[in-house]
């Protein structure tokens, strides 16, 4: 990923999965909130709730990002619901998140483009967009009307001491 800043895969996740994941969160119980949106935490849920469909994502996510970055791996992954007027700032991700990726799993709403540095996201259902995100600045523009669901995910790659030092 050194030269390429900004990766872009369409039909990364099939219509069937999108929909599965925007179900889930809306029925669930074990939402939580940050500012306007409700989260799910793809990793809790796989592992507590023993759900195959958040498996098979998190492992295409991995399989994902080592095609660009071998020693990467998630550090977590959530699927978020931006109701409508919400919108995210520009920023920074912690300097230690090496990769953000974020999996569009709807498309049918008006506003909610990804800003990456000066490059406009349009929205597409399941489309990935992976980039360095402790490094490059990016946004969500406001979203005007609908709903906007999204599954973003942190990377991080340890270094070899990390990795040698893990207990």
């Not at 977590?76 to 931006?82: H, K, L, M, N």
């Not at 569009?104 to 399941?126: A, C, F, Q, S």
Request: contains cysteine; aromatic residues 12%; positive net charge.
């Amino acid at each position: 990923m050194s030269k390429v800043s900004i990766i872009q895969k369409n039909n990364f996740l099939e219509d069937s999965f999108c929909d599965f994941f925007i179900d889930y969160i809306n029925n669930s119980k074990n939402k939580t909130t940050h500012r306007d949106t409700n989260i799910i935490y793809c990793d809790r849920t796989a592992v507590l709730d023993e759900i195959i469909e958040f498996k098979v994502l998190l492992a295409k996510l991995t399989f994902f990002v080592k095609k660009y970055s071998v020693n990467t791996c998630i550090n977590y992954s959530q699927i978020v619901e931006w109701p409508a007027k919400s919108l995210q700032a520009p920023h920074l991700d912690f300097n230690y998140h090496t990769h953000t990726s974020i999996l569009y799993l709807n498309d049918d709403y008006e506003g909610g483009e990804t800003l990456v540095g000066t490059k406009v996201i349009r929205p597409k259902k399941g489309k990935i967009v992976l980039f360095k995100g402790n490094k490059i600045k990016h946004q969500v523009l406001k979203i005007k009307s609908g709903k906007r669901y999204t599954n973003p995910t942190w990377y991080i790659t340890p270094t070899r001491k990390e990795k040698i030092n893990v207990n």
